[in-house]
């Protein structure tokens, strides 16, 4: 049997130091691109908040995201939220799928997604935002089923008042 230790606040800030850890891949061209290999978690939920705010600004503006561009949103925000090239992407929807466009059509959107980033880690931020639509649906099936015996009781307790009431107004003195 292996001997365990304790686990030490420096363990768990060296372990953070590990994933936030950028490195270079260089294309075949000779550009070079800084990305995370291990997608740390914090940029993950940060990733999920930009994605957020995208997808409302779009309903705002009339903007109809269909699954495919949602897709690829979210793949455009992957690249920003773990590459240098966060940095350089403007804020809004329409820049931000104006700058998917150009990646697309420059081939590098490809090779980062496919060649660049591990499956694994792509999976992880899909997975995330799975778990957190589930999460909303059950607590928006839970609101409702809290709303329905709210009313429930609402109708028991008018049912009682009434009651109460007529009970009340057989026993008042009636006046001379």
């Keep these: 049997m292996s001997k365990t230790t ?32 291990i997608f740390p978690e914090l940029k993950i939920d ?3 908040e930009d994605n957020q705010k995208l997808i409302r600004e779009a309903d705002e503006l009339g903007i ?13 925000l992957i690249i920003k939220h773990f590459t240098h090239l966060g940095a350089d992407i403007e804020d809004g929807v329409q ?12 081939g590098y959107y490809k090779i980062i997604m496919e060649e660049v980033f591990l499956p694994a880690e792509i999976s992880k931020v899909f997975d995330r935002m799975v778990d957190l639509v589930s ?9 409702e089923k809290t709303k ?3 009313q429930r009781l609402e109708l028991k307790n008018a049912e009682v008042f009434k009651q109460l009431e007529n009970v009340g107004v057989e026993k008042q003195i009636p006046e001379v």
């Design 6 to 37: 304790q686990l030490k606040v420096s363990k768990i800030k060296k372990a953070a130091k590990e994933v936030n850890k950028q490195i270079e891949h260089e294309f075949e061209d000779g550009s070079t691109l800084k990305f995370y290999p």
């Design 46 to 48: 940060e990733l999920i």
């Design 64 to 76: 109809e995201l269909s699954e495919k561009m949602t897709y690829h949103l979210i793949s455009l």
């Design 148 to 150: 329905e015996q709210v």
């Design 135 to 143: 999460q909303y649906q059950m607590m928006e099936k839970l609101v």
């Design 95 to 106: 820049n931000h799928i104006a700058f998917l466009e150009a990646l697309i059509d420059s």
